[in-house]
Each structure stands twice: as structure tokens, then as C-alpha cells.
């Protein structure tokens, strides 16, 4: 098992590489990784767990560009022999996350892909203020998502107010 230490974001490019992702997908990751750095000023957060989760949270379009990306991405994640934290971070990456009612809703299976831990959070939102391998304002981000349930924009909305108290 590679423990955090280890992980750096040269190993994660590799990574990504190694799954077969894109260009596009790596500049994308690697400016989420960017997005995620101005969080990680504070103690609190695992900043090894966060970059790594950040670069890696795409590793599942390396077999889908569906919304079971993140799901693929987390199992390829465990099948790596990365540590849990970082596949569920990449499996809870999408908007706000994903309940497992949603997930049976849309046809994939039912998993509880909702952010929990503070570097599951700031990736999803990080991943929200990036579009392609450009950082955008979450007002922006919000205007996006105005065909999803109001319950999902709400969500990415207090997950957004939530995670910018962390930013330095």
C-alpha cells in the first residue's frame, strides 16, 4: 500500500498516464490540484491526501466520460493499492456528491458517494471551480447547473459557502 508520504504528484501523473487518460483529463486534474493548494494552509487538512485525491479524482475517464466516472475512478483507486481516503475521494468528486438513491435513480449502482471528510469536500469544489483546465467563479459554476434539482444546487451552493471559509 503507497502511504501518503510517498505520494506525490509526479506519481500521480504517472498514474493517470498509466489508465489510459487524456491530455485533456491531466491538465484538467493538474488545475484542480492547483484549486485544491489554496485550501491547504490550514492543519487541519491532509494536504498528501487532498493534491493526490485532486489529481487523481478523473482517473475513472480513462474508461468513461459518463457520470460513473467517479465510481470506476474510486475502484481504480483500490485496485492501485492507493489508501481508501483517496479513493473516496475520487469516488465523491461529483458536484456536491452523490446519494446512493441518486446514483439507483440514474441506473448505476446505489453508493453513498457523498463528501464527508474535509479533503473529500474541497475537491468537489474545487472540481467545481474548474471547467476544462480553467478556474472559473462559482457563479459561474451555479449558472451550469440550473437544469439540475434545486436539493443539488443547494447543495453545491452550502458545499461552496462551506469549503471557502478554508481558502488562504
Do not use: W
Not at 139 to 158: A, F, G, S, V
Request: glycine share 8%; with cysteine; proline share 5%.
Amino acid at each position: 500500500m503507497i502511504t501518503p508520504p510517498s505520494i506525490d504528484e509526479s506519481i500521480c501523473l504517472r498514474q493517470l498516464v498509466g489508465a489510459g487518460c487524456s491530455q485533456k483529463v491531466i491538465d484538467h486534474a493538474r488545475a484542480v490540484a492547483g484549486v485544491v493548494s489554496e485550501f491547504l494552509d490550514d492543519e487541519v487538512v491532509d494536504g498528501s491526501y487532498a493534491t493526490c485525491g485532486a489529481l487523481l479524482h478523473d482517473i475513472g475517464r480513462s474508461e468513461s466520460h459518463s457520470l460513473d466516472h467517479a465510481i470506476i475512478g474510486g475502484d481504480i483507486c483500490r485496485e492501485l493499492g492507493l489508501p481508501e481516503e483517496i479513493a473516496r475521494i475520487v469516488e465523491r468528486h461529483l458536484g456536491s456528491g452523490q446519494t446512493a438513491d441518486e446514483y439507483l435513480q440514474l441506473g448505476l449502482p446505489p453508493r453513498d458517494c457523498m463528501p464527508v471528510t474535509l479533503p473529500e469536500k474541497i475537491v468537489a469544489h474545487a472540481d467545481n471551480l474548474v471547467k476544462g483546465s480553467s478556474v472559473i467563479h462559482i457563479e459561474e459554476r451555479m449558472m451550469k447547473i440550473l437544469d439540475l434539482p434545486k436539493k443539488k444546487r443547494r447543495r453545491t451552493h452550502r458545499l461552496a459557502l462551506e469549503m471557502e471559509l478554508f481558502r488562504r
